[in-house]
């Protein structure tokens, strides 16, 4: 997920709760040398015109009233949204977004495509930006954008992560402060299928790291 702050590859994660990601959840060296295991947060800020807002998450299918940043880590080229929601292009963004900033950095780019409401046809994912796909509640934020006009995005991690040596995004968690603590359904045939797995565990000061395989 990132090296000392350094994005190297954002991802996606599932809306499936049968799936490893579902819950985002990396393991890790902090920025003071300790192994950590656990959730992590990442909170992606929009500004244009003066205001700012977050968005509802990143590279997973819209639900209602949501807003959602899709980047060139999204698995399909175009955002493969319904018709019931607006979403707007920006491109021209010097960086990667998802594998070229830092945490807490600011990229800026222009808007050069909007699809309104009721358009069958779903955007394209720039390499060289993002799409910002609102529906319901969140249409409000984007619906002033208009083409021409500059977009800058800042995605920064939560303060249990914040300059950490490095991120390495997986799942589902297993065990948190001693206790079980599933983060999948303990059902789903990703858990009772035999398949070769590794996990990796902690010790409670975080001063050693275990790999079992």
């Keep these: 997920l990132a090296k000392n702050d350094q994005i190297v590859n954002l991802g996606n994660v599932s809306t499936n709760f049968n799936d490893y990601m579902y819950t985002p959840a990396a393991f890790g060296i902090t920025a003071d040398n300790k192994a950590k295991v656990g959730r992590y947060s990442l909170e992606r800020t929009i500004e244009h015109n003066g205001s700012s807002f977050t968005t509802t998450d ?75 796909s609102a529906q319901g509640t969140e249409v409000s934020k984007i619906s002033s954008m208009k083409i021409g006009e500059e977009v800058s995005l800042t995605v920064d991690v939560d303060a249990a992560w914040k300059g950490s040596q490095f991120m390495l995004a997986s799942g589902p968690l297993l065990v948190q402060n001693g206790k079980s603590a599933l983060s999948i359904d303990g059902n789903s045939p990703r858990v009772t299928e035999r398949q070769p797995h590794t996990a990796v565990a902690t010790d409670a000061t975080g001063g050693r790291a275990f790999f079992v395989t």
């Design 58 to 132: 990143m590279n997973r299918y819209r639900s209602n009233n949501e807003l959602i940043l899709y980047t060139d880590s999204f698995p399909r080229e175009k955002t493969v949204q319904n018709q019931y929601g607006i979403e707007v292009v920006v491109t021209g963004v010097p960086k990667k977004v998802d594998s070229q900033l830092k945490f807490g950095e600011k990229v800026t780019g222009v808007v050069s495509a909007i699809r309104p409401y009721n358009q069958y046809t779903s955007s394209t994912i720039p390499k060289d930006g993002f799409v910002l």
